[in-house]
T-cell receptor, first 111, second 119 residues
Framework: SQTIHQWPATLVQPVGSPLSLECTVEGTSNPNLYWYRQAAGRGLQLLFYSVGIGQISSEVPQNLSASRPQDRQFILSSKKLLLSDSGFYLC??????????FGEGSWLTVV | AQTVTQSQPEMSVQEAETVTLSCTYDTSENNYYLFWYKQPPSRQMILVIRQEAYKQQNATENRFSVNFQKAAKSFSLKISDSQLGDTAMYFCAFMKHVSSGGSNYKLTFGKGTLLTVNP
């Protein structure tokens, strides 16, 4: 079956520390992958998307970066977190039928 | 750029009754997809229903149905026989193909409508 997983589910990090959120997809090959952020009380904002290994497109300038080292792995990173990076991060992928499905999400609190 | 507008920040409905959530969008595209996603308190984003713009027939999934008006760029969600478990934030979303060196689709969300089902 086709599934998507992301971790960690919850993360509390101090300002200036690094970040790594990981997302993996199972049961498919060469999926389109996405990272979204949802700030408190707001809708979802697309941060990055990837159509293949090493191919990353950024939607908004920010303190974050993304990488796709393997076909079914998508990583969201930061070298130095800011308070404004706090939020709920969702990894997503496009399945056949042109529908996007989401992972369980990761809560990031920067203190 | 595509925009998605949900004009109702909050709504409430009594259990077993019917409620309609509104969504309008702005695009110059002819081929696209529209979705409603549900986000319960667990925060997981769950697909509720999907509509292809080239299909005139409104999509239906059990108690959920849409009223898709392409010319008016309107895509409302009707929930029949509302249940307590329907309490959630509902997001309307628009997706189109983006030709950027690969086969990619971008999903744009509205700001959401918080639906509360009261017993």
């Amino acid at each position: 079956s086709q599934t998507i997983h992301q971790w960690p589910a919850t993360l509390v990090q101090p300002v200036g520390s690094p970040l790594s959120l990981e997302c993996t997809v199972e049961g498919t090959s060469n999926p389109n992958l996405y990272w979204y952020r949802q700030a408190a009380g707001r809708g979802l904002q697309l941060l990055f998307y990837s159509v293949g290994i090493g191919q990353i497109s950024s939607e908004v300038p920010q303190n974050l970066s993304a990488s796709r080292p393997q076909d079914r792995q998508f990583i969201l990173s930061s070298k130095k977190l800011l308070l404004s990076d706090s939020g709920f991060y969702l990894c997503a992928w496009k399945r056949s039928g042109n529908t996007i499905y989401f992972g369980e999400g990761s809560w990031l609190t920067v203190v | 750029a595509q925009t998605v507008t949900q004009s109702q920040p909050e709504m409430s409905v009594q259990e077993a009754e019917t409620v309609t959530l509104s969504c309008t969008y702005d695009t110059s595209e002819n081929n696209y997809y529209l979705f409603w996603y549900k986000q319960p308190p667990s925060r997981q984003m769950i697909l509720v229903i999907r509509q292809e713009a080239y299909k005139q027939q409104n999509a239906t999934e059990n108690r959920f149905s849409v009223n898709f008006q392409k010319a008016a760029k309107s895509f409302s969600l009707k929930i029949s026989d509302s249940q307590l478990g329907d309490t959630a934030m509902y997001f309307c979303a628009f997706m189109k193909h983006v030709s950027s060196g690969g086969s990619n689709y971008k999903l744009t969300f509205g700001k959401g409508t918080l639906l509360t089902v009261n017993p």
